[in-house]
């Protein structure tokens, strides 16, 4: 059982609002959750598309079934994922083992060829040491996880992982974290992920706290300003914002403030690297190139 918090303080009468604090791993089982309970409504084949489009929706569940079930057709074209439920049957691909009626989401290559061709590397395989989506695009297992590797370390792709050959089948985030061969990628993913949970949940934010991992979860996306107290590195911080506390003014008027400090400090930059002051009356002049 997480724990509760109650927020400190607030700016301009927000009721104090319950949030809990949350590690990674406290993240990606709600993450699962809410995809879970979303799906039993949905009932798509794939808990990664659902996330991808919860991510979508800000992890609005109202939203997202009230879109979908308006027309899911167009929902799917226009966040480029390949549609589960399509009109027409998909082309097989000549060279898979596999038969054109035998369409699962994600399916591993028969084991009744002998062995396949790898799109990547060119080379034959044993049927059991590739790996297919529906596209029929076959891949050696070594050529798949050098492709998420280099999507994960490099791209911080975290989001959305489609088939090498970018015909935007999804890979199902458990089948990514099975093809990777080392533990430090796949906490990689798992924290990107997570990334773009918190990143796009009107409800999560990370602490700001210098070192701190901890994700704060309020219970209502309409908090307003709230004054969070991290209880693992005591940073103390506006949620709405996640800078410092800032009561009572409001984060609008401390964002114009920034901004006014930055804009009035590259002003003194810039007059100290293109002024100099008169030998006579000790104003600042431009400098002359000397």
Not at 95 to 110: A, C, G, V
Not at 202 to 231: E, M, W
Request: hydrophobic share 30%; charged share 25%; proline share 5%.
């Amino acid at each position: 059982m997480i724990p509760e918090y109650l927020s400190l303080m607030t700016v301009y009468g927000y009721e104090k609002m319950v949030y809990y604090k949350l590690t990674l791993n406290d993240a990606l089982k709600e993450m699962k959750k809410i995809s879970n309970e979303v799906n039993e409504i949905m009932n798509l084949p794939s808990p990664t598309m659902v996330r991808l489009l919860l991510n979508n929706f800000h992890w609005d569940a109202n939203v997202l079934t009230e879109r979908f079930y308006e027309d899911s057709s167009a929902l799917f074209r226009k966040l480029n994922i390949v549609n589960p439920f399509p009109q027409t049957p998909v082309n097989a691909n000549s060279q898979s083992p596999l038969s054109p009626s035998d369409n699962p989401l994600l399916h591993d290559i028969s084991q009744n060829s002998d062995v396949v061709l790898c799109k990547t590397c060119c080379d034959y395989y044993p049927v059991h040491e590739t790996y297919s989506l529906p596209c029929r695009h076959i891949f050696c297992l070594n050529c798949w996880g050098s492709y998420l590797k280099k999507k994960i370390l490099q791209d911080n792709c975290g989001k959305t992982l489609t088939c090498p050959s970018r015909c935007n089948y999804l890979i199902e985030d458990d089948k990514v974290l099975e093809l990777i061969d080392t533990d430090e990628i796949r906490q990689k993913f798992k924290r990107l992920m997570v990334e773009t949970f918190v990143e796009n949940n009107r409800k999560t934010k990370f602490c700001p706290g210098r070192g701190c991992d901890k994700i704060i979860k309020v219970k209502s996306s309409n908090c307003g300003s709230q004054l969070i107290s991290c209880a693992d590195c005591k940073t103390n911080f506006c949620f709405a914002c996640t800078e410092i506390w800032h009561d009572p003014i409001q984060c609008s008027l401390l964002k114009k403030w920034q901004k006014k400090c930055f804009d009035e400090s590259e002003t003194c930059h810039w007059l100290e690297a293109n002024t100099k002051d008169c030998p006579k009356c000790h104003t600042a002049i431009e400098k002359n190139g000397e």
